[in-house]
Structure formats: C-alpha cells, structure tokens
C-alpha cells in the first residue's frame, strides 16, 4: 500500500501481516471491525518539490506513480526503493 503527504514524500507501506490477520479472520467469519491493524512503514520516498496528491502501486507490476502540486509525476520502483 502507498500514501501520498502533504511533507513531499511519498511512503511504501507493509502490509504483510494485515494480509494474514485478514485471511484468518474471513475463516472465522469475524468482523473486521473489532480489530486495529498497525502497519510499518517499509520506505519513504524523496523527490518532489511540493505536496504529493496521489500516490498508487500499479495492479501487477512494481511500479509506483505519484503526482504532486509542484506538477510533475514521478515512477519509482518498488523493488529497488529504500
């Protein structure tokens, strides 16, 4: 999961351990809304001038795309970003 801040930075988010909580919740046929997930940040990711608007992992590939108010789109991999 990725999310875009108003701090020009753009950040990679793990969800590796919300992924597993929610299968075992679906076999249980609990809600989801009784529990709280905490996520850990994998990466943050520098380079535009100004507020990030939107940030989006493309569907099957590792590849994100981000825009800014500084008007400019970057591509960044997912893999190779630290």
């Known amino acids: 999961m990725t999310s875009a801040s108003q701090d020009k930075t753009v950040r ?17 046929k609990k809600e ?5 997930f905490s996520f850990r ?6 380079g535009h001038q100004d ?4 940030a989006e992992l493309l569907m099957f590939s590792n590849i994100i795309l981000s825009s800014s108010v500084d008007k400019t789109l970057m591509l960044w991999d ?4 630290n």
């Open 41 to 46: 940040c994998r990466t943050v990711m520098r």
């Open 32 to 36: 989801m809304q009784n529990f709280y």
């Open 51 to 54: 507020s990030v608007h939107s």
């Open 12 to 28: 990679l988010w793990d969800l590796n351990r919300f992924i597993k909580f929610q299968i075992i919740l679906i076999k249980k």
């Open 78 to 81: 997912a893999r190779t970003v």
